[in-house]
Nanobody
Framework: VQLQASGGGLVQTGGSLRLSCAAS????????MGWYRQAPGKQRELVAT???????YYADSMLGRFTVSRDNARNTVHLQMNSLKPEDTSVYYC??????????????WGQGTLVTVSS
């Protein structure tokens, strides 16, 4: 199983970016999907998650600015980021809880995509 993230880049304060992450490989079922981020010198923190039924959860600082969504038919999760601030600058990692046939759920992580917000 692999997760491939895309969509990072450089944006000015107040701008928007859309991140995408696609899961591929031996997938039986995907449970929660979502995004974490890690800024230099800081711990990885939760950004947003979304259940297989489509119920989202956001960290407080992302509420109202970020929107997480998923396409179960394509095994993808997206993160629409609006009103970006310099403090949103981080490497963003997607993750997914995936079962392969006959196995327990396993957390898989994407390779990370850099988002840089200039002031």
């Amino acid at each position: 199983v692999q997760l491939q993230a895309s969509g990072g880049g450089l944006v000015q304060t107040g701008g928007s970016l859309r991140l995408s992450c696609a899961a591929s490989g031996r997938i039986f079922r995907i449970y929660d999907m979502g995004w974490y981020r890690q800024a230099p010198g800081k711990q990885r923190e939760l950004v947003a998650t979304i259940s297989s039924a489509g119920a989202p959860y956001y960290a407080d600082s992302m509420l109202g600015r970020f929107t997480v969504s998923r396409d179960n038919a394509r095994n993808t999760v997206h993160l629409q980021m609006n009103s970006l601030k310099p403090e949103d600058t981080s490497v963003y990692y997607c993750y997914a809880q995936i079962t392969s046939a006959g196995g327990p759920p396993v957390d898989y992580w994407g390779q990370g995509t850099l988002v840089t917000v200039s002031s």
